[in-house]
C-alpha cells in the first residue's frame, strides 16, 4: 500500500512541476496560493508532500514525515522568512532540516 501511495505522490508531484510549474514558483507564490485557499495551493502541497515521501524512501533512518498540517505550518513559516526562494529549494530545505534534526 505504501508503493501505491508513493507512485501516486510522484505522479501529482511532477504533474504539478510540469503543469503548473510548481518547483520554479517563489515562495511568495506559494503563501498567495495558500492565503487564498486554491487548488493551486492543495497542488504545491500535493508537489511538496511527494518530494519528502520520495526523500523519505531513499533515507530509511532519519527522514521526515508531516502531516498535512505540519507541512502547510512549516512551509508557511520558511516562507515567510524567505520570499524569493524557489519553492523547491523551501521543500528541499525544510526537508533536510527537519530531518537532521532527528
Known amino acids: 500500500?505504501?508503493?501505491i501511495y508513493l507512485i501516486?505522490?510522484?505522479v501529482m508531484s511532477s504533474y504539478g512541476y510540469s503543469y503548473f510549474q510548481?518547483?520554479?514558483q517563489n515562495c511568495a507564490k506559494f503563501l498567495d496560493e495558500i492565503?487564498?485557499?486554491t487548488i493551486v495551493g492543495g497542488y504545491m502541497l500535493m508537489y511538496a508532500a511527494?518530494?519528502?515521501d520520495a526523500k523519505n524512501s531513499?533515507?530509511?533512518e532519519w527522514?521526515?514525515?508531516p502531516d498535512e498540517p505540519?507541512?502547510?505550518r512549516s512551509l508557511v513559516k520558511y516562507c515567510e522568512k524567505n520570499l524569493s526562494v524557489s519553492f523547491y529549494r523551501a521543500v528541499n530545505d525544510l526537508w533536510f532540516k527537519s530531518a537532521m534534526a532527528r
Open 70 to 72: 505540519l507541512l502547510r
Open 22 to 24: 510548481i518547483g520554479t
Open 1 to 3: 500500500m505504501k508503493k
Open 58 to 60: 531513499f533515507v530509511f
Open 63 to 65: 527522514g521526515f514525515e
Open 50 to 52: 511527494g518530494i519528502i
Open 8 to 10: 501516486l505522490m510522484l
Open 35 to 37: 492565503e487564498k485557499d
